[in-house]
């Protein structure tokens, strides 16, 4: 403490003598240099530490009605920071233990007081003071980066339970903090193999880093994350865990349109390949099936003509559909209400949810408007909805379309009950003639993201075998 500094003191006494006792042992003790005030009222006293008016208190423990110890502990509870000794007359050693417990910085008997231990007790509690507060005001710091992270920061046990969690848990996987006191982190946890990973990761004592898992949200959504977790040891030697949690799913919903979009537009510059150099030679070959059918009289020969004209048709007819869905889809492009495209959208699918014996739910989001193709959005919805009416089993499913806002986006989720599709299907599920129906063609799905990403909107699918798909198409609100 530098010798310039001037340290102000209140002196917390009923007794003038004794006031005076301990000033002048504060003034005579070397290298100090302190403003020293009276005050002889506990009330008036707690203010003052209130006010962070002082930057040292020595209190008396009998004041009157009130004890120093009780104004200790009510300096406490007001959160004082500067260093409070208490002095007595006697020696007390359940007193001395108290203080010390409560937060007196030191406990002094006034008979045994001198000028060098009076001087000695001084710098030491301005100094403690000063250490003190530069750890809380780092632990502020750190908490405040804790609990304002937008990553999950967590404590758990070495079973992972949970001992402590930031605010980031409530956005992130929609459980409070208090909730996931009770749980553990292999409660989020969606696969099993990936539990069975992370207990494998615990017996070994290994660090988990940047592992990238799915964690089920509270309300049952599948979200991307990447987690790290490592092993520490408390004062007492005990060890826990603590780690971060951190949500990549909107970075893989980019990297999955980002992937879509460009296996389309590999698709699209192999179909124009393909169409331009099966058009040439069909084209001769439509070309002389006319002029020789005009010369031929055989009718078993224009048969065979016949038969190559009407293929010929087909395949220029493939071309153009396989075409048509590679090529951006031409849409022109008005403030409509989402909920009368899918009044419309059910209706269309209407006949087949009854044939099919098929159980609805529907539930809309009022007055969300989009910019949208009307004709073109209920088209390629309805492929979606028409889908999930033949991957279900007759009188044993249930179709379920809802709307739910995120931000400046609405959401339209389409979940079926039925078949399920497998994890490496999905990822081919909108490539042009990629197609698990016995008698499909493979566009239809190829054509609804073209629309979609037309939209500027994207398609994310999660499926599991035996239970069910969901759809959800992710489309920008008009906000105008």
Same mark, same amino acid.
């Not at 209920?378 to 009188?395: F, K, P, T």
């Given at each position: 403490?530098?010798?310039t500094?001037?340290?102000?003191i209140l002196?917390?006494?009923?007794?003038?003598?004794?006031?005076?006792?301990?000033?002048?042992l504060?003034?005579?003790?070397?290298?100090?240099?302190?403003?020293?005030?009276? &005050?002889?009222?506990?009330?008036?006293?707690?203010?003052?530490?209130?006010?962070?008016?002082?930057?040292?208190?020595?209190?008396?423990?009998?004041?009157?009605?009130?004890?120093? *110890?009780?104004?200790?502990?009510?300096?406490?509870?007001r959160? &004082?920071?500067?260093?409070?000794?208490?002095?007595?007359?006697?020696?007390s050693?359940?007193?001395?233990k108290?203080?010390t417990?409560?937060?007196?910085?030191?406990?002094?008997?006034?008979?045994?007081?001198?000028?060098?231990?009076?001087?000695?007790?001084?710098?030491?509690?301005?100094?403690?003071?000063?250490?003190?507060?530069?750890?809380?005001?780092?632990?502020?710091?750190y908490?405040?980066?804790?609990?304002?992270?937008?990553?999950?920061?967590?404590?758990?046990?070495?079973? *992972?339970?949970?001992?402590?969690?930031?605010?980031?848990?409530?956005?992130?996987l929609?459980?409070s903090?208090?909730? &996931?006191?009770?749980?553990?982190?292999?409660?989020?946890?969606?696969?099993?193999?990936?539990?069975?990973?992370?207990?494998?990761?615990?017996?070994?004592?290994s660090?988990l880093?940047?592992?990238?898992?799915?964690?089920?949200?509270?309300?049952?959504?599948?979200?991307? &994350?990447?987690?790290?977790?490592?092993?520490?040891?408390?004062?007492?030697?005990?060890?826990?865990?603590?780690?971060?949690i951190?949500?990549?799913?909107?970075?893989?919903?980019?990297?999955?349109?980002? *992937?879509?979009?460009e296996?389309?537009?590999?698709?699209?510059?192999?179909?124009?390949?393909?169409?331009?150099?099966?058009?040439?030679?069909?084209?001769?070959?439509?070309?002389?099936?006319?002029?020789?059918?005009?010369?031929i009289?055989?009718?078993?020969?224009?048969?065979?003509?016949?038969?190559?004209?009407?293929?010929?048709?087909?395949?220029?007819?493939?071309?153009?559909?396989?075409?048509?869905?590679?090529?951006?889809?031409?849409?022109?492009?008005?403030?409509?209400?989402?909920?009368?495209?899918?009044?419309e959208?059910?209706?269309?699918?209407?006949?087949?949810?009854?044939?099919?014996?098929?159980? *609805?739910?529907?539930?809309?989001?009022?007055?969300a408007?989009?910019n949208?193709?009307?004709?073109?959005?209920?088209?390629?919805?309805?492929?979606?909805?028409?889908?999930?009416?033949?991957?279900?089993?007759?009188?044993?499913?249930?179709?379920?379309?809802?709307?739910?806002?995120?931000?400046?986006?609405?959401?339209?989720?389409?979940?079926?009950?039925?078949?399920?599709?497998?994890?490496?299907?999905?990822?081919?599920?909108?490539e042009?003639?990629?197609?698990?129906?016995?008698?499909?063609?493979?566009?239809?799905?190829?054509?609804?993201?073209?629309?979609?990403?037309?939209?500027?909107?994207?398609?994310?699918?999660?499926?599991?075998?035996?239970?069910?798909?969901?759809?959800?198409?992710?489309?920008?609100?008009c906000?105008a």
């Open positions: 403490m530098p010798s500094d001037v340290i102000k002196i917390v006494d009923d007794d003038d003598d004794d006031f005076l006792i301990t000033s002048d504060i003034k005579r003790a070397p290298g100090i240099k302190a403003q020293i005030d009276w &005050c002889n009222k506990h009330g008036e006293a707690l203010q003052h530490m209130a006010d962070k008016n002082y930057d040292l208190y020595f209190v008396d423990y009998r004041l009157g009605a009130k004890s120093g *110890l009780d104004l200790l502990k009510a300096a406490m509870a959160h &004082c920071e500067e260093p409070i000794i208490l002095l007595t007359g006697k020696g050693y359940n007193i001395d108290e203080a417990e409560t937060g007196a910085t030191d406990y002094l008997v006034k008979s045994e007081l001198t000028v060098e231990k009076m001087e000695r007790c001084i710098r030491y509690a301005i100094g403690r003071a000063t250490m003190l507060k530069a750890l809380k005001a780092n632990e502020r710091k908490r405040n980066v804790f609990e304002k992270s937008k990553d999950i920061v967590f404590i758990t046990d070495t079973d *992972l339970n949970f001992r402590s969690v930031n605010e980031a848990v409530v956005d992130v929609g459980y903090k208090e909730e &996931c006191l009770s749980k553990s982190l292999f409660d989020f946890i969606d696969q099993a193999q990936h539990k069975k990973y992370l207990q494998q990761v615990l017996k070994t004592g660090e880093k940047d592992w990238e898992v799915l964690l089920l949200t509270n309300s049952g959504e599948r979200k991307s &994350c990447v987690v790290t977790i490592s092993k520490e040891l408390d004062e007492q030697n005990n060890a826990y865990m603590q780690g971060i951190h949500d990549i799913t909107t970075l893989k919903k980019i990297e999955k349109a980002h *992937l879509q979009t296996k389309l537009g590999l698709t699209a510059r192999l179909v124009h390949t393909l169409a331009h150099e099966v058009r040439n030679p069909l084209n001769n070959i439509t070309l002389s099936v006319e002029q020789m059918s005009e010369d009289k055989d009718e078993n020969l224009l048969s065979y003509l016949n038969i190559i004209t009407r293929n010929s048709k087909r395949i220029n007819s493939l071309i153009s559909e396989l075409l048509n869905t590679s090529r951006p889809a031409e849409i022109s492009l008005q403030k409509q209400p989402l909920q009368a495209i899918l009044d959208v059910m209706s269309a699918a209407k006949d087949r949810i009854t044939l099919k014996r098929i159980e *609805l739910e529907s539930e809309y989001i009022r007055d408007f989009i949208a193709d009307k004709d073109k959005l209920v088209i390629a919805l309805l492929n979606i909805v028409i889908n999930a009416v033949e991957a279900m089993q007759e009188g044993s499913g249930t179709l379920s379309v809802k709307t739910e806002l995120h931000g400046k986006e609405v959401v339209v989720k389409i979940k079926d009950t039925g078949c399920g599709i497998s994890e490496e299907n999905i990822s081919r599920l909108f042009p003639y990629f197609t698990q129906k016995r008698n499909g063609v493979g566009l239809g799905l190829a054509f609804t993201l073209n629309i979609i990403q037309s939209h500027a909107g994207n398609i994310d699918v999660s499926s599991e075998p035996g239970k069910g798909t969901l759809f959800a198409v992710t489309l920008p609100l906000m």
